[in-house]
Nanobody, 124 residues
């Protein structure tokens, strides 16, 4: 089992950057595929990015490709989301999630562990 706590959200102007962090506690952090999802007000939670267990292959939603970068540090039990060139549409609560053996990284139903979320607000 793993517990997740996100940090790093805040208010930023359009065009700016933020770096989200997700700290994990519990054993065997390295066994999980890690993902970032977001949920804007009145909308469904959507996939943002994911990274495999060793920190190699990654996947991104089309809306963030080229602007966001996901990374992980298994020794620190942490996963990060570097967000650049932010736009108003990136405003949402961002969640860190862990999946044991997902068949589809972008499917939120595959993730069994979630953090409490961190708010990102981009002013236009």
């Amino acid at each position: 089992q793993v517990q997740l706590v996100e940090s790093g959200g805040g208010l930023v102007q359009a065009g700016g950057s933020l770096r989200l962090s997700c700290a994990a506690t519990g054993r065997a952090f390295g066994r999980y595929v890690m993902g970032w999802f977001r949920q804007a007000s009145g909308k469904q939670r959507e996939f943002v990015a994911a990274i495999n267990r060793s920190g190699g292959p990654t996947a991104y939603a089309d809306s963030v490709k080229g602007r966001f970068t996901i990374a992980r540090d298994n020794a620190e039990r942490a996963v990060y989301l570097q967000m650049n060139s932010l736009v108003f549409e990136d405003t949402a609560v961002y969640y860190c999630a862990a999946a044991d053996a997902p068949s589809l990284w972008s499917n939120r139903l595959e993730y069994g562990y979630w953090g409490q979320g961190t708010q990102v607000t981009v002013s236009s």
